[in-house]
């Protein structure tokens, strides 16, 4: 289920709401021109580590890995990823948002048992 193109999907818009509300949280907690760093470059920084650090023949990714890990270290990851943008979201005060994110983040990662049980065998 983890490669259904539906869950792909979920898992694209998960992705870009994460770099998005990390955009918006350092945009909304930054001072002066210091905002402008934290809502840009976080969010590439984030994008850029999520793009390049992949496990050679991931079937939910292209099969590219331009610096190949492990599979566990990949899931930490993706874990430290969205954990973070979850953050984001509650410390700036959209609890109720935070709560669906993260819930719907749970549920892809559920479904995609198949991906995970992969994930730890490489």
């Not at 949280?25 to 809502?39: C, R, S």
Request: aromatic share 18%; hydrophobic share 55%; proline share 5%.
């Amino acid at each position: 289920m983890g490669s259904h193109p539906i869950n792909l999907t979920l898992r694209f818009l998960l992705e870009t709401a994460a770099l998005v509300f990390v955009g918006i949280w350092g945009w909304t907690t930054a001072n002066n021109d210091f905002k402008y760093i934290q809502a840009i470059f976080i969010p590439i920084f984030m994008a850029i580590l999520w793009g390049i650090f992949a496990v050679p023949g991931d079937p939910s990714r292209s099969g590219r890995a331009p610096v190949p890990i492990k599979g566990y270290a990949r899931l930490i990851l993706e874990i430290l990823f969205f954990g973070f943008a979850s953050w984001c979201i509650f410390d700036t005060g959209r609890n109720i948002l935070c709560v669906v994110i993260a819930s719907l983040i749970v549920f892809h990662y559920i479904i995609s048992y198949d991906r995970i049980i992969w994930l730890f065998k490489h």
